[in-house]
């Protein structure tokens, strides 16, 4: 869409307001509202002013002021305003040089897909994540001094097949059992129509929809399907994405959390990412060697495995991702490859054998990252695989966790912990400064940042379980 369609649009919609909305440095959205009536023309090359002090890891109140550029492409009505508004994402600019932000995560997503062109290797990186999310019915939370807890409820939570009944809340049985909700129909789901509100929307919004359905942990772990895009489109529908999946659940009287972990003993939520390289309409990750790939395939799977621990520190990027990624309970941290075998931290997918549909599956990140970082991350490590012919080692075709213990120790792992990754991050970020698509700034931010407001405020808490453990030492 241009700028001209975008205020015929306006006009044939009757739009009264538009809201501008940029990404912080986590990977939040925020956003200003303006009357429709301000939005011309000259709107999309001079930009909206605003006050960025405030924002998170952004920069200090005495360079304070910025510039928001409305993206035209970005556009859609948003479903959940009273009055008709209008969506767009922006860049974030400088006002008085009026370049680029450097801090600004959609700014570094493009400098990442300038920088694979400039480097002759591929002109386009298809990006397909699957985003899983769970559905609850209340969810409480609170710490201090002296206290922190949490209480999540589900209907179909397991824990609630035992609850007695009231008239206007009876227990009608048909819980989701730990581990068994992969697909059950309803009354069993008893989400289905909550995800098909969430995907008609999603449609709306311009974001075409493979499938849509239960996920396999119990308490409401869900999954909808988009169809994959290049990567800055990719990032901006994954945003759109989680604003439209978390509204409509609101809207249905319930919450939605993007969490890795937010349930003890079952299944934590993945964002499985699918990639391929393309240059002039050709699937460069297409051939006849291993699974159907090429050697330039094989490299970026080279890439990936070769930084994965330090991509792990975006990709990854709180402490709560790593009650997920731990050794022993089918979650990827074993840094190895195979066709088909899931247990594997890069999958190469094997339903058509049609050279397009080719492409490897990264299995580590999930949905708390910030696309635009875990994206350019990801491509970034796959081109220094590809110019430095970076060899993957031979796969794994076989259930990891059939393997003895010592043959198991062989295989690399993802860390442990936040702050493990942050430090491989810290050592090993050569590959993400090629190009100043990451800058030393940027890198330096992003560490000190995730340490001082994530990694020491949970490392200074009690941890409720302790308690149950050491109260009586």
């Known amino acids: 869409m241009t700028p001209k369609e975008v205020l015929t649009l306006i006009r044939e919609k009757q739009i009264k307001a538009v809201d501008l909305r940029f ?7 925020q956003h200003v509202t303006t009357p429709a009536s301000n939005i011309e023309e000259s709107t999309f090359e001079e930009g909206v002013g605003f006050d960025g002090s405030s924002i998170r890891g952004w920069q200090a109140i005495n360079e304070s002021d910025m510039i928001m550029i409305p993206d035209p492409s970005t556009a859609f009505i948003d479903p959940f305003f009273k009055e008709n508004t209008l969506v767009m994402i922006c860049a974030v600019k400088d006002p008085l040089s009026f370049m680029d932000y450097p801090r600004d995560p959609r700014y570094i997503a493009r400098k990442a897909i300038n920088y694979m062109i400039a480097s002759g290797i591929a002109d386009t990186a298809y990006f397909g994540p699957e985003l899983e999310f769970f559905v609850f019915d209340s969810m409480r939370v609170d710490s201090g001094s002296n206290f922190g807890y949490y209480f999540i409820d589900s209907e179909e939570g397991i824990w609630n097949s035992g609850r007695e009944g009231t008239p206007d809340k009876p227990n009608l049985g048909y819980k989701v059992r730990h581990k068994e909700g992969y697909y059950p129909v309803p009354p069993t789901d008893t989400l289905q129509d909550l995800r098909t509100d969430i995907m008609l929307k999603l449609i709306d919004a311009g974001i075409p929809v493979e499938m849509q359905h239960h996920e396999v942990a119990t308490g409401g772990q869900c999954e909808i399907g988009m169809k994959f895009s290049p990567l800055l489109e990719m990032a901006d529908k994954v945003m759109k994405y989680k604003y439209i999946v978390k509204n409509t659940a609101k809207q249905h009287g319930k919450t939605v959390t993007f969490m890795p972990k937010p349930l003890f003993g079952d299944n934590g ?8 390289l393309w240059k002039g309409g050709t699937n460069l990750y297409a051939g006849s ?3 159907g790939l090429s050697d330039i395939g094989l490299y970026g799977i080279g890439g990936l495995l070769k930084h994965a621990p330090a991509i792990c520190g975006f990709s990854n990027p709180t402490t709560n991702s790593y009650k997920r990624l731990v050794p022993g309970f089918e979650a990827p941290v074993n840094l190895a490859y195979s066709q088909r075998n899931r247990s594997a931290s890069i999958r190469i997918p094997m339903y058509s054998r049609s050279p397009k549909a ?15 970082f875990t994206f350019s991350v990801m491509l970034m490590a796959m081109l220094d695989g590809i110019k430095n012919k970076i060899k993957p080692g031979e796969p794994l075709d076989k259930d990891i966790y059939d393997l003895e213990p010592e043959e198991l120790s062989k295989v690399p792992k993802a860390p442990g912990s936040l702050d493990e990754a942050l430090s491989n991050l810290e050592k090993s970020h050569e590959f993400l400064l090629q190009g100043d698509v990451f800058t030393k700034d940027v890198i330096d931010t992003w560490l000190n940042y995730k340490r001082t407001k994530e990694v020491d405020p949970i490392r200074l808490r009690p941890h409720p379980y302790e308690f149950h453990l050491y109260y009586d030492c």
């Open 358 to 372: 080719k492409r490897i599956e990264f299995r580590c990140p999930d949905c708390s990252s910030n696309p635009y």
């Open 23 to 29: 990404i912080d440095f986590p990977g939040t959205w």
């Open 269 to 276: 939520t993945g964002m499985h990412v699918h990639t391929s």
């Open 289 to 291: 060697g291993y699974a």
